[in-house]
């Protein structure tokens, strides 16, 4: 069946985990796709359109207007959905040692950190039965060097990896190219060394890397805390525990949903300001600077940490004033 361009999307997380080829290769799929149309279908995930698979074959048809098929696949988390992708892109021959690394990194730290998240909509259609997948279960470490037949501690070396490959992604995208093609100059202990830099330090020695050069870079500053980093998961704790508050007064303010909540109103608004008040919380303990004297070195005024939380920044600064 062809589809249409519009209904179908390129997921940002799924498309992470679509490596890159050279330009040979992409001007060879490029002339297939001229000359002999998209035979093999877009895998997309059922009831949402992301892309799971086939995303240069998606970007190339649109381009060229060549005409498309695809298929569903329904997964009951997210989580499966990567592993799916993963196993995929793992079945290629093609690939270089740092991206079957990097891909059974990304595989363990989607199932140790994301195992049993609600798959992208989940809601039924009955236009889009697709093909369902069951999430893999087991002892994540031990399943995974087992099936890829290394040892445990390999697959935990590949998801630091991953996490570093990662981190410098973030701020020079091309270097995640150079490093997975295995021409960068860099070894992976170089690399995760640059990812552990402060972020604008970590800009200049990844665009070095995604150049081909060896990265340079001051070794002092390697274990100075990179408080974008730190503060990250107190902001997204915050960002959840408010989404709750307000689904919750929401709740409320529905005309028919309050019929049935009404007689636990009070209970219920009096948790929603304990929530409140854990925000609050989690903001007064947000890494908001560099200790001010060892200036990130970690020191016992700043109990070995290198930075100070947003509350006691607050109160050294009043007492300054």
Request: charged share 30%; glycine share 6%.
């Amino acid at each position: 069946m062809k589809d249409s361009h519009d209904a179908i999307h390129v997921d940002k997380e799924f498309e992470a985990l679509s490596l890159g080829v050279g330009e040979e290769e992409e001007q060879l799929l490029r002339e297939s796709l001229e000359s002999e149309g998209c035979r093999d279908p877009i895998i997309v995930l059922a009831n949402d359109g992301a892309i799971l698979d086939g995303h240069r074959r998606f970007r190339i048809c649109g381009e060229l207007d060549i005409p498309f098929r695809t298929k569903a696949l329904r997964f009951e988390t997210t989580q499966a959905a990567i592993n799916w992708i993963v196993l995929e892109q793992l079945a290629k021959r093609s690939l270089t040692a740092e991206q079957r690394s990097y891909l059974r990194g990304k595989r363990y730290l989607s199932e140790v950190s994301s195992a049993g998240r609600p798959c992208k909509n989940t809601e039924k259609n009955a236009e889009n039965n697709g093909e369902t997948v069951s999430p893999l279960s087991g002892k994540t470490d031990k399943r995974l060097a087992a099936e890829y037949g290394v040892a445990d501690r390999t697959i935990k070396s590949d998801a630091a990896f991953t996490r570093a490959v990662d981190a410098l992604a973030e701020v020079a995208p091309e270097a995640k190219e150079t490093i997975l093609s295995g021409e960068a100059e860099a070894t992976r202990s170089e690399i995760k060394a640059v990812a552990a830099l402060p972020k604008k330090q970590r800009r200049k020695a990844a665009k070095q890397i995604a150049a081909g050069e060896e990265p340079t870079f001051d070794t002092a500053t390697i274990d100075t805390p990179d408080l974008d980093a730190l503060a990250e998961p107190y902001k997204s704790a915050k960002r959840k525990a408010q989404d709750v508050a307000r689904f919750v007064k929401a709740i409320f303010e529905d005309e028919h949903q309050a019929a049935y909540a009404m007689p636990s109103r009070d209970r219920v608004l009096g948790h929603v300001k304990d929530v409140e008040g854990l925000v609050a919380f989690l903001s007064q303990l947000t890494p908001h600077e560099l200790c001010r004297k060892c200036k990130g070195k970690k020191c016992n005024q700043c109990n070995k940490l290198g930075w100070i939380p947003k509350g006691v920044a607050q109160s050294l600064g009043e007492r300054g004033k």
